[in-house]
């Protein structure tokens, strides 16, 4: 059974700091990753999506790896900012023939001024 | 303006009542989705369908039933077998073709609706 996990629940930094989310995954057989960012209240905002057979992607100060064989993958956000303040989670769909996504329970960042 | 949306933003149900919950896309996507979201967990599927007039069971399914009579169209109905209904819900959809320059199984949500159950 997949499981996906986020560690840290909660983050603070200081506005410009460079930063890492984890997501880590136990079933490697995954057909693609993809990163969500959610403010209060609100849905969620697709960030970006890694295929299975891509190493990373990138838009903007965003950049998200994937290491399928570790079971991992990271959101790197570089000099941030104070509205990047908001809960961030992923997602994996597993390479199974449903369309069916497993979602970890997020990393709720702020960033201070 | 493409897009997901979700109606209403807030709901409120009284013990015993079915409510159903509204979500239409004009992206053309083939599959939708509905997530249950509580405070301080991920998301969890309710429901799925990949084709019009087809859709299949997620992890928590008991208490709700869906249809998909038309692509565009995914209604959520929370029935009074459902017995802790207060949550907020989410709903998404993907376009399932595969290669070429569409960001395939890419998931898209809407705004989501507040359930509270009085």
């Not at chain 1, 603070?12 to 693609?32: K, M, Q, R």
Request: charged share 20%; proline share 4%.
């Amino acid at each position: 059974k997949q499981e996906v996990t986020q560690i840290p629940a909660a983050l603070s930094v200081p506005e410009g700091e460079n930063l890492v989310l984890n997501c880590s995954f136990t079933d490697s057989a995954i057909y693609n990753l993809q990163w969500f960012r959610q403010d209060p209240g609100k849905g969620l905002t697709s960030l970006l999506l890694i295929q299975s057979s891509q190493r990373e992607q990138t838009s903007g100060r965003l950049n998200a790896s994937l290491d399928k064989s570790s079971g991992r993958s990271t959101l790197y956000i570089a000099a941030s900012q104070p509205g990047d303040s908001a809960t961030y989670l992923c997602a994996v769909r597993r390479i199974s023939g449903t369309y069916k996504y497993i979602f970890g329970t997020g990393t709720r960042l702020k960033v201070l001024a | 303006d493409g897009g997901i949306t979700q109606s209403p933003k807030y709901l409120f149900r009284k013990e015993g009542q079915n409510v159903t919950l509204s979500c239409e896309q004009n992206l053309n996507h083939d599959a939708m989705y509905w997530y249950r979201q509580d405070p301080g967990q991920g998301l969890r599927l309710i429901y799925y369908s990949q084709i019009v007039n087809d859709f299949q069971k997620g992890d928590i399914a008991e208490g709700y039933s869906v249809s998909r009579e038309k692509k565009e169209s995914f209604p959520l109905t929370v029935t009074s077998a459902q017995k802790n209904p207060t949550a907020f819900y989410l709903c998404a959809s993907s376009s399932l073709s595969s290669g070429g320059w569409v960001s395939y199984n890419e998931q898209f949500f809407g705004p989501g609706t507040r359930l509270t159950v009085l």
